[in-house]
């Protein structure tokens, strides 16, 4: 069943969605040639008690720590640790999420740590955030899930290929709806499967987290024995970006973005929603 949420309960949601953006803020800014991924952690842990603001992730599943940091060839659900140092040159997804009042939200950046990178990989990541950009303009009134997942995908496969020869969508791995918990119905993926038909049709009140995840090569993937983090088959790296929106009368208001998505929605012709918070 898909949550449906009131406008005072898409205000919460997006309290916690502005958390998520501090945190990815603040993280992005330490995550710098010589940091460890458990430093990240910790700035993302002193941001949620500033905010008074609960962790989602911490506890999880029994995941250990606050936020996700994905290093290189790490698709999603890195974990921190002292023994992982950043170097120039180094790709990081920074995943991370907020509980305000009993509402969630859920969101993720690639951060290209120092200098060094090779065009390919600022290609990979702006290609994977535009794509997210893509799903979220078609994430309206009268669309389904389906549509979505259209839209990211076919962004991708417009693209110039990288030298790699393409681009892999991860295929065990997509987005999902997000409300009263973190992961909740639907699931996202963010290619078209027809087999799983159209999907719900959207409505005011439909919160979904967007998040394409895309690598140099192939859309395989493989769990550490960690039990969480994953990797690609091949070694080749992966971008990962995530938005939690919620969908409203007034249209798509993005609720981890700084400005609800304004700047971006509007490139692609589409309003964003008022801030219920502005």
Known sequence: MVEIKTPEQIAKMRAAGLVVAEIHRRTAEAAVPGASTKDLDDVAAQTLAEHGAKPNFLGYGGFPATICTSVNDVVVHGIPDRETVLSSGDVISIDAGAIIDGW????????????????????????????????????????????????????????????????????????????SEMHMDPHLLNYVDRR????????????????????????????????????????TWASHWEHSVALTEAGPLVLTAPDGGRARLAELGVTAAPDPLA
């Open 104 to 179: 969630h939200a859920d969101a993720a950046i690639t951060v290209l740590v120092g200098e060094g990178h090779g065009p390919e990989l600022v290609e990979l990541s702006q290609v994977t955030e535009a794509s997210l950009w893509a799903g979220i303009a078609a994430f309206r009134k009268g669309n389904r899930l389906v549509d979505v997942s259209k839209a990211v995908e076919s962004f991708i496969r417009r693209q110039p290929r990288p030298a790699s020869g393409k681009y892999g969508i991860v295929e065990d791995y997509g987005g999902h709806g997000i409300g």
């Open 196 to 235: 799983r038909g159209r999907g719900p049709r959207f409505v005011p009140g439909f919160c979904l987290a967007i998040e394409p995840m895309i690598t140099l090569g192939t859309p395989k993937t493989h769990v550490l024995a960690d039990e969480w983090t994953v990797k690609t088959n091949d070694g």
